[in-house]
DNA sequence: ACCTGAACACCGTTCAAGT
DNA sequence: ACCTGAACACCGTTCAAGT
């Protein structure tokens, strides 16, 4: 019999990231797994400790997807491509973001790309100060993940009854909801347009930093300690 | 024997999250919440539908614990005191961040909340339009959520030699991390402090907001389709 | 060095039975 | 109406053994 290519750590990962990719990440267990690559399921702790690392795995898998910065742009339009990007890469594993969340420490490479992201800011002449705190404001946009909750209830219709009892119990929910469909060409609802909430949000974070950063902001702490500009 | 107390749905949503705030969210399951209650596994299932169910009942609780919005404040800072107050509430169950980001759709009680949060935006003058691309661009936000990754590596000090190691590898990351410490009374890293950093990400948004709403800012998919203001 | 088999201590949930 | 017992189809992981 033809013998079976060999397990490496790489081959396990990758074939991870595509059983979630495919089935979603609540459906990859170590015995699935193995079973999609025909070996018993301890062959796979060979490769990787637990699953805990096969999950940092598949998350710096993804991250490595997410392309290098562009070079001679000024800062917030590198920021805004970098991170548009990482939304594309995002939306093709959509399993990563739970997965990065429930995680205590980042990666290496996780530390790798918010070093790269960093390194824009400051070079774009931002001070170390302003950086650390968008930064944190930021948050898990910098890796293109928006930061809303439920998968968008628009979409689903329901029907009329349903629709008046919602309109009763949640007035200004249903009245904002309405508020985006007097697009003419559209009918009740298509929804939001994901791409364009991600940009305004972005956007709007993205200003507010080059307005702070114009006006020469520094952090309270940072001007008590009286340290230079 | 004494009679035990019966069970009641109130009872095992409950114990669940009183187990779920001591042992971490991971580790509540039906069978050791069970065995909390003095009950067979099965007794549970009389009360709520499966495990799903409890745990929408576990998050509906947490959001009820969040006080209704204050009358009688300009929007921005209605919107900022409830957000605030929302943040010490999770602050208290800080499992609850991943389990409502790993739901689908809201429950009545999540979407009640999102409801009474953009009335207070209407109230305070905001078009519908405007409102709708604001709670998408607060996301999770409004929870009292940060979007932070990773629980902050600051304040776990790495020795020396490993300190050297990191410095070379994420040198931008290293340096924003000391920029922060430059505070005199500070050694060199109590971390970051948490609530200035939220302050700072939500003042950042909700003075952007206020600028937009000053401007009289439109969609320009409202502009196309020429709605009144 | 790499893979296997059997076992341990868990899961959520169904079903038929008890009181 | 409410709780129980036994069972089913799963988990991640350990350990000792095979090649």
Redesign the pocket.
Known sequence: MPQRE??TRERVVRAAVDMADRDGVDD?????LAADLD?????L???VA???ELLDGMVDQVINEIAPPQEHLPWKQAVRTRILDARQVLLRHPWARRVMESKAAPTPTALGYMDSMIAIFVAGGLSLDLTHHVMHALGSRIFGFSQELFTESAGVQPDPAMAAQLAQAFPNVVAVAQGVEHDPDSVIGPGCDDQFEFEFALDLQLDAVERLHENGWRSSVARAAGTAP
Chains 1, 2 share one sequence.
Do not use: E, I, T
Request: aromatic content about 6%.
């Open positions: 060999r397990l990859v267990s170590m015995r699935r070996v018993v399921p301890m062959a702790y060979k490769h637990n699953k805990a």
